[in-house]
């Protein structure tokens, strides 16, 4: 009788991945089978011991490693066709990816990772639409800036001003700029 390892059947094990965080979430193959990665991995022997042990999935936490398992959970049986459209994203969906920003870009890595195109298109319409609705920002502050940055822009702009005085100068070989030159560049400075 043949043992079990000579037999020309793909193995069918529970896959193990890894969040960022260090938890590891235990995936039965009816879920894994979407996740385009995984199931290159397991149809390719020279790389099937790779998912042996566990699988990293970078950059992501666990709460959010949990959602993308909960949404292949919940998809397990869904036609893969999409037809070249935007996906028509659920009210269970919607529930599930209503969440922080921080957490759905996550989904969005680990559903590109992991190669599940229709979280990643469901993911990233969210995340659009939370930017949508946002209201805009000032990027900083002006009186936050860095105090060295605007210290160097005026320096560089003192030497070009001086620059453009030692030019129009040409006629005096005297090096010196006298204080009103001086005057009148600081002006200059302190007016832009």
Known sequence: MPSMS??????????KLQSSDGSVFDVPP?????????TSMM??????????????????HSCSLWR????????MNDDEESNGHPPNISEWDRELLR??????????????YL?????????????????KNQAPQIVEPSDTMDAA??????????DRICMECDDDDDDDDEDDIDEDDLMGVMNKISLK
């Open 6 to 15: 000579s037999c020309s059947q793909p193995k069918s094990f529970h896959v």
């Open 30 to 38: 009816h879920i894994y089978k979407s996740f385009k990665k995984i």
């Open 43 to 60: 149809e390719d022997p020279s790389k099937a011991n790779m998912i042996q042990d566990v699988v990293p999935v970078p950059d992501v």
């Open 68 to 75: 993308v398992l909960k949404w292949a959970e919940y998809h």
């Open 99 to 112: 969440a922080e920003k921080y957490i759905l870009i996550e989904m969005v890595r680990a559903a590109n």
């Open 115 to 131: 190669g599940i195109p229709r979280l990643w298109n469901a993911a990233t319409k969210a995340v659009l639409d939370l930017i």
């Open 149 to 158: 940055f605007i210290a160097e822009q005026q320096e560089k702009e003192f």
